[in-house]
């Protein structure tokens, strides 16, 4: 699912100026869901957690970012410690120096996962210190992320607490967004942005339309972005350019079919010369029997000529539509990336339930033409 994205920004623009806590450091190698259960009992709303800096395994939690900045990086989010509210006070998340990679192994082996999902982690952490969030209680540990997988078996008692008006975390209401019925109003956009169409694009003649599927949050601001549809799929066959003519390939038609006309001349010049009497009419038909058959024999060898170029001809076709292809592909990739970044700026009135703005998950089309 995540590899449709191809570029994230590692580490979000308001860290830089977050405010850093002492922790206090419990081991430096945090095995088991007990560590993390220890570190989240811990945690109070005012004070920073007592952070285990170093190795942590086998860690539940909940995945709840994944968010791309056309940089080919990627932003990941877990939800550690549940807040009773269904929030999390504590959050592990991979700053600019442990960047994720959109086309590394970790994300790689995340193809089968979704937002929402119960994942099991292993990781290890770069400080024994947490980073504020603004704006609200929780907290963000800088992790290096090395596993993130479907949790298994997780106790109740430790998984994630849902508030109670949160959807089910089945697959039916991760794809589609609750209902008018559950007195949820979908959000609608107030303020888009134009994509940056790349000049190599507009060189390259490519027009699409990338589907992208994203959570519209209760401020009106679009997050966890991914591709699910990509520019790329809108490519001409790239063997296209190869199965076309050539000029060497219409003279090869063009000489045998002016050899088989000699051929068939000479045959009746033949003919006719054994039917006539007359000595010097039987001698004339003959030699231009035999001249036919001598542009013939000329023609066949053009012909050969002609076929060995329009083999070439072909093979460099071939080589060149397959090099067009690779950069129309790497065209089509950049018109992805700026799909999510022209998103990322779109303002929306917030959808709501019963009232009270909310997270809505939506979908939406980002169009790139010549026109443009």
């Not at 006070?89 to 991979?94: E, I, P, T």
Request: hydrophobic share 40%; with cysteine.
């Amino acid at each position: 699912m995540f590899c449709s994205l191809r570029s994230q920004r590692a580490w979000p623009f308001w860290l830089a100026s977050a405010i850093l806590w002492p922790g206090t450091i419990l081991a430096q190698d945090a095995r088991g869901p007990a560590a993390a259960r220890q570190l989240c009992q811990k945690t109070a709303p005012d004070k920073s957690p007592a952070v285990p800096e170093g190795n942590f395994k086998s860690w539940p939690g909940k995945l709840i970012q994944f968010l791309p900045d056309g940089l080919g990086h990627v932003t990941i989010a877990v939800g550690l410690c549940p807040d009773g509210q269904g929030g999390f006070s504590v959050l592990l998340q991979n700053p600019m120096d442990a960047p994720v990679m959109l086309d590394g192994a970790l994300v790689k082996s995340m193809q089968n996962l979704s937002l929402d999902d119960l994942v099991e982690v292993d990781g290890a952490i770069l400080a024994n210190s947490a980073v504020a969030l603004p704006g609200s209680a929780r907290w963000a540990i800088p992790t290096q992320f090395l596993r993130i997988e479907a949790s298994v078996n997780v106790p109740a008692s430790e998984k994630p607490v849902k508030s109670p008006e949160s959807p089910a975390a089945d697959k039916s209401s991760k794809s589609a967004p609750p209902s008018v019925e559950d007195g949820v109003v979908q959000p609608v956009l107030i303020r888009k942005v134009e994509p940056k169409y790349t000049p190599r694009a507009r060189a390259l003649g490519i027009t699409c339309g990338v589907e992208l599927d994203l959570v519209v949050n209760a401020s009106g601001k679009a997050e966890n972005i991914r591709v699910t549809r990509p520019c790329e799929k809108a490519l001409g066959n790239r063997m296209g350019a190869a199965a076309s003519g050539s000029v060497a390939a219409a003279k090869v038609k063009e000489l045998k079919s002016q050899r088989e006309q000699a051929l068939t001349e000479a045959g009746l010049f033949r003919k006719r010369a054994g039917e006539v009497t007359d000595t010097e009419d039987r001698a004339r038909m003959l030699r231009r029997a035999q001249q036919l058959e001598n542009e013939a024999n000329d023609l066949q060898t053009s012909i050969a000529a002609a076929q060995k170029q329009a083999e070439t001809d072909k093979a460099k076709r071939s080589t060149a539509a397959d090099e067009n292809f690779v950069r129309m592909q790497d065209a089509a990739k950049d018109l992805d990336d700026n799909a999510v970044i022209a998103v990322m700026q779109y303002e929306f009135k917030p959808g709501t339930r019963n009232g009270q703005p909310v997270s809505i998950r939506a979908s939406l089309t980002v169009d790139f033409n010549m026109g443009r």
